[in-house]
């Protein structure tokens, strides 16, 4: 089972770790209320997982771009 855990905590997007990070809240609390959140609402979190996940990829794009239109 830590096989599986380790691997989901290292192959996914890292939303609960940024997260978490920038509020200051241990990831496993914040992962916590997401699943019990995924639960109660019938998955309408994942949605919003997902959006998050998009954009910190977008973000980290733009910001390492070499074109990036913010350095100049």
């Given at each position: 089972m830590n096989k599986?855990?380790?691997f989901l905590e290292w192959q996914m997007f890292g939303v609960c770790t940024a997260i978490g990070?920038?509020?200051g809240i241990a990831?496993?609390?914040i992962r916590r209320y997401f699943i019990?959140?995924?639960?109660?609402t019938m998955g309408?979190?994942?949605?919003?997982?997902?959006?998050?996940a998009f954009w910190m990829n977008v973000k980290?794009?733009?910001?390492?771009s070499s074109r990036n239109p913010l350095k100049y």
């Open positions: 599986v855990k380790y990070a920038q509020m990831t496993a609390i019990y959140l995924s639960f109660i309408s979190p994942v949605i919003m997982y997902l959006f998050v980290r794009y733009v910001f390492t």
